[in-house]
């Protein structure tokens, strides 16, 4: 009973919600969702003629589907390893499914499951229709993206239900305090929860969740194939030192522009490639450097290394961090909670970032601690990267620390699988 009046004010009030929620997408995000229109009936759960046909054939087949849920463009980056694993190891098709249109275009151009669709809509009668031609054997989410009706239908539709990479930053894990009796009516839902490490089971065990449920199995983000930096596409030549910001976030640049021109008057020859979150920020940024009277230029005008370079092209990050002698992670130096540095410590960049990196608190610290990252407030950066900037050696050794940091901590996917399959 409790659980029947839980669900039904939370649809209720995303119902009431609804309406502002696609106006505010519609005029804050309209440029990132029109480049998914064409997928905004599977929002609605309604499904093309040839999905449907594929996904029964799934079904028929033996196999059967296993439907994995995903938000962000980085989330899905961070379990590619695993997704391609699981036909192979589990002997069954994936049906992927994502929120963001970025995170939708680069799954369908990777092709990283069987099956690839816009995510539905939170509502129990448009997931339904999903599960009603799914029909998986086992719905895993990703992270912490606790959606009530997909969850709730997942275990209502016969399937197993599972948590992957899972997480509560500390944010979280105090607001779902003051709910913790709320909180109950979604753990009820799930069979298995692998999360990445001993803080995030404790967290999920002290909000109710049965400790026999929770198992650490490391952080999937390691496991991505270690790259080759020879597949970079310079854009200068290698006489020039590169920094590269990755993933900064709104206002970040304005805060550090002025570091970046006080290393270049220390370092005339540096490069420095700006390569915000959101591509639909160039805008902003070309701005920004215009009231300042500096140059600037996006790196599809094919950019020169006597400007900075603004990356305006998704999906492709560690592109620019194969160029990088030092990488500067975004997000961290406003309170967004960092973003994630194991791209450029897997690359043998030497990492920086600053004291916000909440969502990835786990694999900072374990950097920090190999010696592969510096954490600095935006008072100690000038000084810090002046230090690597000037220091071949330093550079050279925080860089395998970082990448000796991220080898030793593979292993999390065959972990995570070797638990799902026994779901099955």
Not at 13 to 29: E, H
Not at 49 to 54: D, L, M, S, Y
Not at 157 to 170: C, E
Not at 367 to 384: D, F, K, M, S, W
Request: charged fraction near 25%; aromatic fraction near 8%; include cysteine.
């Amino acid at each position: 009973m409790k659980s029947r009046w839980i669900f039904r004010l939370y649809n209720l009030l995303v119902l009431l919600a609804l309406p502002f929620i696609l106006v505010g997408v519609m005029i804050r995000w309209r440029k990132r969702f029109a480049r998914g229109i064409e997928r905004w009936s599977e929002r609605w759960g309604k499904l093309s003629p040839e999905t449907i046909a594929r996904l029964r054939q799934g079904v028929s087949s033996g196999g059967g589907w296993w439907w994995v849920h995903a938000v962000s463009l980085g989330e899905v980056k961070s379990i590619e390893v695993f997704l391609r694993e699981i036909p192979k190891q589990a002997r069954v098709k994936v049906l992927l499914s994502v929120v963001t249109p970025e995170a939708l275009a680069w799954a369908l151009e990777k092709q990283v499951a069987d099956e690839i669709i816009a995510a539905p809509i939170d509502l129990p009668w448009v997931v339904r229709r999903v599960f009603a031609v799914v029909k998986p054997r086992l719905f895993v989410s990703v992270e912490s993206e606790f959606w009530p009706n997909l969850l709730r239908e997942a275990k209502r539709s016969g399937a197993r239900v599972a948590l992957v990479n899972g997480r509560i930053s500390a944010h979280s894990y105090e607001s779902y305090k003051t709910i913790r009796s709320l909180m109950s009516v979604l753990w009820e839902c799930f069979d298995l929860l692998a999360v990445r490490q001993h803080e995030d089971a404790l967290r999920f065990t002290d909000l109710g969740v049965p400790p026999q449920l929770v198992h650490v199995t490391g952080n999937l983000k390691y496991d991505l194939p270690l790259p080759d930096r020879s597949n970079g596409h310079p854009l200068a030549s290698s006489s020039h030192l590169t920094l590269v910001i990755g993933s900064s976030r709104e206002g970040e640049e304005k805060m550090l522009l002025p570091v970046m021109e006080k290393l270049k008057v220390r370092c005339p020859d540096l490069r420095i490639i700006w390569a915000p979150r959101h591509i639909d920020r160039i805008g902003e940024i070309e701005s920004l450097f215009a009231s300042l009277s500096l140059p600037c230029s996006r790196k599809s005008a094919h950019a020169s290394a006597a400007v900075d370079i603004l990356w305006d092209s998704m999906g492709d990050l560690l592109d620019a961090y194969k160029q990088a002698d030092i990488a500067v992670v975004g997000g961290s130096f406003v309170p967004k909670g960092g973003q994630n540095p194991i791209e450029p410590a897997a690359l043998s960049v030497p990492v920086v970032f600053g004291p916000s990196m909440e969502n990835f608190h786990g694999i900072a610290e374990v950097l920090i601690q190999q010696g592969g990252a510096r954490q600095v407030t935006l008072a100690e950066l000038e000084r810090c990267l002046g230090e690597l900037l000037e220091n071949k050696d330093t550079r050279h050794e925080m860089g395998q620390r970082a990448r000796q940091a991220v080898e030793s901590r593979q292993g999390a996917t065959d972990k995570t699988l070797s638990l799902l399959k026994k779901l099955q």
